[in-house]
């Protein structure tokens, strides 16, 4: 499934699938504020250069490899899979709100632990995903969700990238610098609303495509 109609195609056979890719497709544009706005932003708001950055960028890789290496797992043993989703994505709402609006540099780094804890979130949407999914389709499952991610990764950054051009001009309040961040959070907002209708996945459910018995 290359192209962004032939993946949407093969999700929505399935409407849990539909809904699952769909947040999928926010979550991948919410994180596309990052490398769009992230640098330029930390350098208008907290006149940051090179040494601040990547410091900070040290810190978003120890706290998302703690997550990544052993976290997720632990949480999954004792939440399952569908809790931690929807914990991955109330810490990622909560981030966002902070990076936007974080009136100084440690406030916006106190958030980036937080922000890690949005990692909870990927994992258990794609294994909630793979579950609806006949093993024989895994692989067009991955291919669909790569085109979904092709698609943030092309159109997202217009968005924030727009937002903050505009917020950064002389005649708006420094206040509203964060904007980008926080309609990242309103993707985000609207992701963990769909995943309310996200049903858990019985440890015999049928999957799409499967063979009848």
């Known amino acids: 499934t290359a192209n962004p109609l032939g993946s949407f195609r093969f999700l929505a056979r399935s409407a849990q699938v539909l809904r699952l890719s769909v947040m999928y497709l926010l979550m991948m ?21 090179p040494t601040e950055v990547g410091l900070m960028l040290a810190v978003v890789g120890i ?3 703690v997550v990544q290496a052993g976290l997720t797992g632990i949480i999954v ?11 991955g ?6 981030a966002f709100a902070g990076y936007g609006l974080a009136p100084s540099w440690p406030l916006f780094v106190a958030c980036i632990p937080l922000g890690s804890l949005w990692g909870l ?7 909630l995903m793979s579950s609806k999914i006949d093993p024989k389709e895994q692989g067009t499952l991955q291919g669909a969700n790569m085109s979904l991610s092709s698609m943030a990764t092309i159109f997202a950054p217009l968005i924030f990238g727009s937002t903050l051009s505009y917020v950064t001009k002389p005649d708006v309040p420094i206040g509203l610098s964060g904007a ?4 990242a959070g309103l993707f985000m907002v609207l992701s963990l609303w ?5 049903k858990r996945a019985p440890k015999t459910a049928p999957v799409l495509g499967a063979d009848p018995a």
């Open 29 to 49: 544009f919410s994180q596309s504020v990052f490398p769009t706005t992230t640098v330029l932003y930390c350098a208008y708001r907290f006149g940051w250069g």
């Open 63 to 65: 706290c998302s490899a």
């Open 77 to 87: 043993k004792i939440l399952g899979e569908r809790t931690t989703m929807f914990l």
């Open 89 to 94: 994505l109330f810490c990622g709402v909560l």
């Open 121 to 127: 979130a990927t994992p258990n949407i794609q294994a």
């Open 180 to 183: 980008a961040f926080l309609v």
């Open 194 to 198: 769909l995943a309310t209708g996200v």
